[in-house]
């Protein structure tokens, strides 16, 4: 049984299926976006091996010519070597703007090839099949592509809207561990910023996501789209509520940034690590109330996930560096730092203008070397 949540952007809009055996069902929710039955499918080699085969047998019985286009596993893949490479395949297969790109793997595959969609012959549509948790609650729905640079992650990129995304949870089967908690950051970060009642719920659910409970599973995954399908609909371009998703992101990006984008440091460890860190400098600022910093520390601690920056490999870190990556953010504005911060829990906020030494100070008491 699946769920259907719309994401409503008026002639943009379209749908997220939630459910188990998707794939399995992929030709049919497919075709009706197809001219003339071709597809490029853009696969992480891991996912090709996997879940390849099942996926182009169910677009196969339904007349759709899909060629696989493997890229590496690893955020590496999110480069401009890799997207003029996979750019010129496409090229290559001969793909016209009928056609469309189907993003089949994680939230690296999702933001390349979406990207590529969004500049392949100035725009071609794109499905999203997300095959990890994170990428399934939080990259593949709202349309933002990008690739990384030298100075810093997604900062190359464009809104760029899917035409469907299938968030088949059955391939969750297949994720290891670690990814399964790193995506359970992105499920409990909507608690955190906007929803309570739904923070209860992890704190009491949140170890029977990570098992893959299917009810548990199923829950979280439609909640955490839900949340993102109403901030999308108000707020595509990130004006104004939807950067509140970015809740311990700047924080974690920066660390991301200094340990090199990569297994060191998952981007779903980085923004749980990053959502404390956001708790406790707006506890130190006065903002948020201690108990509540406490609560959300311990709930992310629970399921495995980093709360400290003395957890991370290659620390301790520089407290200078760290505010330097701050400042390539997409959020800064005139060269100042925007934090989101917090007024407790399900209470975020977008904080201009933030006080470099302030925060400096605050690194430091948390451990990054002066």
Request: aromatic share 6%; charged share 20%.
């Amino acid at each position: 049984m699946s769920r259907t949540i719309p994401v409503g952007l008026g002639a943009r809009s379209y749908d997220v299926a939630v459910g188990a055996d998707l794939i399995e069902r992929a030709g049919a929710l497919i075709k009706p976006f197809l001219k003339r039955g071709r597809a490029a499918i853009v696969v992480d080699e891991t996912v090709m091996h996997l879940h390849g085969p099942a996926l182009v047998a169910a677009l196969t019985q339904y007349g759709i010519e899909a060629p696989m286009v493997a890229i590496p596993p690893g955020e590496a893949s999110k480069s401009f070597a890799e997207l003029e490479r996979l750019s010129d395949r496409l090229l290559e297969l001969e793909l016209d703007r009928g056609d469309l790109i189907i993003a089949f793997g994680g939230g690296v595959v999702g933001d390349l090839a979406g990207f590529a969609a969004a500049i392949y012959k100035r725009g071609i549509d794109f499905v999203q099949i997300p095959t990890t948790l994170l990428a399934q609650v939080d990259s593949s729905v709202g349309g933002k592509t990008a690739i990384d640079t030298a100075r810093g992650k997604n900062l190359i990129g464009a809104f760029h809207q899917p035409r469907l995304v299938l968030a088949d949870l059955s391939v969750l089967s297949t994720l290891p561990e670690r990814q399964m908690r790193a995506g359970y950051a992105e499920v409990i970060k909507y608690g955190l910023l906007g929803d309570e009642h739904f923070f209860a719920w992890c704190e009491e659910n949140g170890a029977d996501v990570v098992a893959r409970v299917p009810s548990a599973l199923a829950y979280a995954v439609a909640c955490s789209v839900q949340a993102k399908a109403e901030i999308v609909a108000e707020d595509e371009r990130e004006a104004g509520r939807r950067a509140l998703l970015n809740l311990g992101h700047t924080f974690g990006h920066a660390l991301e940034a200094e340990v090199g984008f990569g297994d060191t440091l998952m981007h779903g460890e980085a923004v749980a690590l990053g959502c404390c860190q956001a708790f406790r400098f707006s506890v130190r600022q006065g903002l948020c109330p201690a108990a509540d910093a406490t609560r959300a520390e311990a709930a992310i601690a629970a399921v495995g996930l980093p709360t400290r920056m003395d957890q991370v490999p290659g620390a301790p870190f520089s407290a200078d560096r760290l505010i330097g990556h701050m400042g390539q953010d997409k959020k800064a504005e005139a060269g100042r730092l925007t934090l989101i911060l917090v007024r407790g829990i399900g209470m975020a906020f977008t904080a201009k203008a933030v006080d470099p030494q302030t925060l400096r100070q605050f690194l430091i008491e948390e451990g990054a070397s002066p």
